[in-house]
């Protein structure tokens, strides 16, 4: 049972567009979602991360939004570059666990 | 990086043998994890480490072991290697003042099973 859905599993924009990745969580007692970006041949990059208590957090072009009565939680990248093609991981943890699931990726392509 | 480092960084072995991952940190966090990275299934936590000697299972941790018999190693062996766990092998790091915070990832490991 995949407990952080995310979608799309892929996305192409051109340069300067706001890509929105959406992730969705069932565990009410997750209380920490973070944002990876991980480029070809490396490992995951910690991007930006979010608690329940806002609703929005930015850093840089980018943004977490986050809608706790819907267990629903977005990342956009503002004015995107074609360096931020990568894949995006969101990811959940919190409650009684030690342990961070994550959702299966998105693929982002930024055309010059 | 975080001071991890992962070793080897690539492996090619053989169905049935053992194989063994090590992933090495400098900074003394007290949480380690070993994920494995999939197509179509994001990352996966194989086990976790919460301190020297101290371990947990993952949602995927059939076929694999882990032992922490120091703060700065924690290794992962695949105990009869199969085509299954021909994957690419994830370490983390927890670096927060909270029991899970703040995770970074190592470099990697590409493990092929034939």
């Known amino acids: 049972q995949q407990q952080v859905k995310q979608s799309p599993q892929s996305l192409i924009v051109q340069k300067g567009g706001i890509p929105i990745i959406n992730c969705a969580y069932e565990n009410t007692a997750f209380d920490y979602f973070p944002w990876y970006q991980q480029f070809p041949g490396k490992g995951p990059a910690l991007l930006i991360a979010i608690r329940p208590d806002v609703s929005e957090k930015k850093e840089g072009r980018f943004t977490i939004s986050f809608n706790k009565s819907a267990k629903q939680f977005s990342l956009h990248i503002m004015d995107s570059q074609p360096g931020d093609s990568a894949t995006y991981f969101c990811a959940a943890s919190g409650g009684t666990g030690n342990q961070f699931y994550f959702g299966t990726g998105t693929s982002l392509t930024v055309i010059p | ?114």
């Open chain 2, 1 to 114: 990086d975080a001071g991890i480092t992962q070793s080897p960084r690539h492996k090619v072995t053989e169905t049935g043998t053992p194989v063994t991952l090590r992933c090495h940190q400098t900074e003394n966090h007290r949480y380690m994890y070993w994920y494995r990275q999939d197509p179509g299934h994001g990352l996966r936590l194989i086990h976790y480490s919460y301190g020297v000697k101290d371990t947990d299972k993952g949602e995927v941790s059939d076929g694999y072991s882990v032992s922490r018999s120091k703060t700065e190693d924690f290794l992962l062996t695949l105990e009869s290697a199969t085509s299954s766990q021909t994957s690419v092998y994830f370490c983390a790091i927890s670096a927060g003042q909270r029991t899970i915070y703040e995770q970074y990832f190592g470099p990697g490991t590409r493990l092929t099973v034939t």
